[in-house]
């Protein structure tokens, strides 16, 4: 039972409880994480924090998670064991929620936030590693839909939770209840088998086929990838316009509907989630149908056309309606970024350093996407704001056109995975 490396042959169809526990991995980290983001905000609220106080330890943990993400990605590749890092980042997670409840203190939360944050370039990209280990480049896009599906309704039901406990008992016991859900996290980490996981492909090298680590591109050859720099490029476009789409949503409705706009903002957050899980595995399925560039082109048209909308409309249920676009983005998304990074990084080795080199960027963009909306909201107005962002939303459509491939691998390259016994990681 113990989450150590191992070396035992393995072949392309890992073990029914190896993925039957990587679906639980997705939900109950999902749902751990769901007791971070909005409800940090509002616990620091509840404990009359100010707003500076506030936006400095949220501004303090967002930076860590930036600056982990090239680390992390360094280190998932080198390490033999996927499962123990993201053990020990979700225990660093679980004991940063424990500790904010008990002591909800602007040093300790700031370390707190700090440390959860750092985790943000281990645990999310250690799934993704996980996942192409167990089953292979070839059956990649299918099982990323399958964990985004269990991924969102963890989060949907995890949230749920935690908003009725907040309710009848106190914020606090939100993040005591994020941080319960570590033992079942690491049930689901446990159950899936050492000896299924293989080294090589979990770092994007899936020809290597011994006990030894498998060799890996220089570095700085990612720099060079030239279409590994567009489809970043496109994700900070994108999450530079649809991060702060929804907290300009909110605060225009809050303005408009007052206290009556908590429920319609609640479906807004809600409802794309429900869509995710919906529609995810679907994506995956047609990833390998279609190819990853029409999908993609959807996701971000999906982002454009919200934009458009909302500039011209304060109705609720009409936005609700738009805001399930939010859904087709995010389950689009959800499942190409991986998926297309470990495309154009195949055989060298580097897969979880992509990961975070896109994964920075990315949030770059979300970073700057509030900042550089609140000044245009705050002098041109919110019409303006939302019809700024679709600017960069439909630029981001037309630069994936233009640019981005198909990177979708041909059947003979893919079968080379099922050339020789493989070694596990």
């Not at 860590?64 to 499962?83: T, W």
């Not at 279409?227 to 490029?233: D, H, K, M, R």
């Not at 990084?345 to 949030?363: E, K, P, S």
């Amino acid at each position: 039972m113990s989450i150590t490396a191992a070396s035992d042959a393995v072949d392309l169809s890992p073990s029914s409880p190896s993925l039957s526990g990587l679906d639980g991995i997705n939900f109950f980290l999902a749902g751990m994480q769901a007791g971070f983001g909005p409800f940090v905000a509002v616990l620091l609220a509840d404990e009359k924090w100010t707003q500076q106080d506030i936006g400095y330890v949220l501004s303090v943990g967002g930076i860590a998670g930036l600056l982990s993400q090239l680390p992390g990605g360094e280190l998932l590749d080198s390490s033999r064991s996927k499962r123990l890092l993201l053990a020990l980042g979700a225990i660093v997670v679980a004991v940063s929620a424990l500790v904010m409840a008990l002591w909800p203190i602007l040093p300790v939360v700031s370390v707190a936030l700090v440390l959860q944050g750092l985790t943000g370039g281990v645990v999310g990209p250690a799934v993704a590693a996980i996942s192409l280990g167990l089953v292979g480049h070839a059956a990649l896009a299918e099982r990323l839909g399958r964990n985004q599906r269990f991924a969102s309704t963890g989060a949907l039901i995890a949230t749920g939770l935690m908003g009725a406990i907040s309710h009848f008992l106190s914020y606090r016991a939100i993040f005591f209840v994020s941080a319960a859900l570590l033992l079942p996290l690491l049930l689901a980490i446990v159950r899936v088998r050492s000896a299924d996981i293989h080294f090589g492909r979990s770092c994007g090298q899936p020809n290597h086929h011994t006990s030894a680590p498998p060799p890996r591109a220089e570095r700085l050859s990612l720099s060079k990838n030239l279409n590994l720099l567009i489809f970043a490029g496109c994700l900070f476009l994108f999450q530079f316009a649809n991060a702060s789409m929804l907290p300009l949503a909110g605060e225009r409705l809050a303005y408009r509907n007052g206290t009556g706009a908590s429920l319609v903002i609640s479906a807004l957050i809600i409802l794309p989630q429900i869509v995710v899980a919906l529609s995810a595995p679907s994506v995956g399925q047609l990833a390998q149908s279609w190819g990853r560039r029409p999908l993609l082109l959807i996701g971000f048209g999906a982002l454009a056309v919200r934009a458009l909308i909302f500039s011209v409309t304060v109705d609720p249920p009409l936005l609700i309606c738009i805001q399930l676009l939010d859904g087709v983005s995010g389950s689009v998304l959800g499942v190409l970024t991986a998926l297309i990074i470990a495309d154009l990084t195949n055989g060298t080795g580097r897969f979880n350093l992509a990961q975070g080199f896109v994964g920075m960027l990315a949030g770059i963009g979300a970073v700057l996407s509030t900042t550089f909306s609140g000044l245009i909201v705050g002098n041109f107005g919110s019409a303006i704001g939302f019809l700024s962002i679709a600017a960069v939303a439909l630029t981001t459509v037309f630069l994936a056109w233009l640019l981005m491939p198909e990177t979708r691998l041909p059947e003979t390259k893919l079968s080379n995975e099922k050339s020789e016994p493989l070694r596990s990681a």
